[in-house]
Protein backbone atom coordinates (compact mmCIF):
# COMPACT_ATOMS: atom_id res chain seq x y z
CA UNK A 1 0.00 0.00 0.00
CA UNK A 2 1.62 3.76 -0.52
CA UNK A 3 1.85 5.94 1.82
CA UNK A 4 -0.38 8.34 1.01
CA UNK A 5 -3.29 6.26 0.71
CA UNK A 6 -2.16 4.11 4.62
CA UNK A 7 -2.38 8.06 5.67
CA UNK A 8 -5.29 8.86 4.28
CA UNK A 9 -6.69 5.78 5.37
CA UNK A 10 -5.70 6.17 8.97
CA UNK A 11 -6.90 9.65 9.22
CA UNK A 12 -10.41 8.18 7.87
CA UNK A 13 -10.35 5.54 10.53
CA UNK A 14 -8.96 8.30 13.09
CA UNK A 15 -11.97 10.75 11.74
CA UNK A 16 -14.51 7.89 11.79
CA UNK A 17 -13.93 7.04 15.38
CA UNK A 18 -13.75 10.89 17.01
CA UNK A 19 -17.29 10.78 15.16
CA UNK A 20 -18.34 7.41 17.28
CA UNK A 21 -17.34 9.24 20.30
CA UNK A 22 -18.92 12.30 19.77
CA UNK A 23 -22.28 10.16 19.39
CA UNK A 24 -21.90 8.24 22.37
CA UNK A 25 -21.04 11.01 24.14
CA UNK A 26 -24.37 12.73 23.06
CA UNK A 27 -25.78 9.72 24.20
CA UNK A 28 -24.64 9.79 27.34
CA UNK A 29 -25.95 13.23 27.96
CA UNK A 30 -29.34 12.77 26.75
CA UNK A 31 -29.23 9.57 29.02
CA UNK A 32 -28.41 11.09 31.98
CA UNK A 33 -30.57 10.83 33.98
CA UNK A 34 -32.69 7.71 32.82
CA UNK A 35 -33.25 5.23 35.61
CA UNK A 36 -30.96 2.02 34.99
CA UNK A 37 -28.89 3.73 32.28
CA UNK A 38 -24.73 2.67 32.56
CA UNK A 39 -22.66 5.06 30.66
CA UNK A 40 -21.36 3.87 27.64
CA UNK A 41 -17.90 4.65 25.92
CA UNK A 42 -15.48 3.20 22.90
CA UNK A 43 -13.39 0.77 23.06
CA UNK A 44 -10.03 1.20 20.61
CA UNK A 45 -8.56 -1.74 21.65
CA UNK A 46 -9.55 -4.10 18.52
CA UNK A 47 -8.80 -1.28 16.85
CA UNK A 48 -5.19 -1.40 17.85
CA UNK A 49 -5.08 -4.51 17.98
CA UNK A 50 -6.10 -4.91 13.87
CA UNK A 51 -3.52 -2.07 13.17
CA UNK A 52 -0.52 -4.07 14.85
CA UNK A 53 -1.20 -6.94 12.54
CA UNK A 54 -2.50 -5.25 9.21
CA UNK A 55 -2.84 -2.09 8.01
CA UNK A 56 -6.64 -1.98 7.67
CA UNK A 57 -8.21 -0.59 10.80
CA UNK A 58 -10.86 -2.65 12.56
CA UNK A 59 -13.83 -0.36 13.53
CA UNK A 60 -14.26 0.83 17.28
CA UNK A 61 -16.44 -0.75 19.61
CA UNK A 62 -19.38 0.69 21.62
CA UNK A 63 -19.00 -0.78 25.57
CA UNK A 64 -20.42 -0.17 28.48
CA UNK A 65 -17.76 1.54 31.02
CA UNK A 66 -17.03 -0.34 34.60
CA UNK A 67 -15.66 0.79 37.57
CA UNK A 68 -12.68 -1.04 39.09
CA UNK A 69 -14.86 -3.53 40.23
CA UNK A 70 -16.56 -4.03 37.31
CA UNK A 71 -19.78 -2.39 38.66
CA UNK A 72 -21.28 0.30 35.46
CA UNK A 73 -20.51 3.74 35.88
CA UNK A 74 -23.27 6.60 35.81
CA UNK A 75 -23.00 9.43 33.63
CA UNK A 76 -21.25 12.47 35.50
CA UNK A 77 -22.39 15.37 33.17
CA UNK A 78 -19.60 17.41 33.89
CA UNK A 79 -16.79 14.43 32.57
CA UNK A 80 -19.54 13.67 29.56
CA UNK A 81 -18.96 17.59 29.09
CA UNK A 82 -15.00 17.65 28.98
CA UNK A 83 -14.55 14.50 27.29
CA UNK A 84 -17.47 16.24 24.04
CA UNK A 85 -14.73 19.22 24.13
CA UNK A 86 -12.08 16.89 23.95
CA UNK A 87 -13.08 14.69 21.21
CA UNK A 88 -14.22 18.44 19.32
CA UNK A 89 -10.76 19.42 19.55
CA UNK A 90 -9.31 16.27 18.08
CA UNK A 91 -11.76 15.86 15.27
CA UNK A 92 -10.78 19.50 14.52
CA UNK A 93 -7.18 18.21 14.79
CA UNK A 94 -7.73 15.50 12.11
CA UNK A 95 -9.78 17.74 9.67
CA UNK A 96 -6.57 20.07 9.50
CA UNK A 97 -4.46 17.33 9.51
CA UNK A 98 -6.46 15.79 6.29
CA UNK A 99 -6.69 19.24 4.44
CA UNK A 100 -2.55 19.74 5.14
CA UNK A 101 -2.23 16.27 3.36
CA UNK A 102 -4.51 17.05 0.55
CA UNK A 103 -2.48 20.60 0.17
CA UNK A 104 0.68 18.82 -0.41
CA UNK A 105 -0.94 16.53 -2.64
CA UNK A 106 -2.50 19.36 -4.71
CA UNK A 107 0.86 21.17 -4.73
CA UNK A 108 2.73 18.15 -6.18
CA UNK A 109 -0.07 17.74 -8.76
CA UNK A 110 -0.01 21.46 -10.49
CA UNK A 111 3.74 21.36 -9.76
CA UNK A 112 3.20 24.33 -7.03
CA UNK A 113 1.46 26.68 -9.43
CA UNK A 114 -1.42 28.09 -8.42
Keep these: MQIEALTTALVGAALDAAELRHRVI ?13 RQ ?9 ALSTTATPAAPEVVPALGPGGEPMPVRLDQEAVDMA ?3 LQYQALLKTLARHYGVLHSAVTEGKR
Design 41 to 49: TVSFEAQMD
Design 26 to 38: AANIANAGAAGYA
Design 86 to 88: ANS
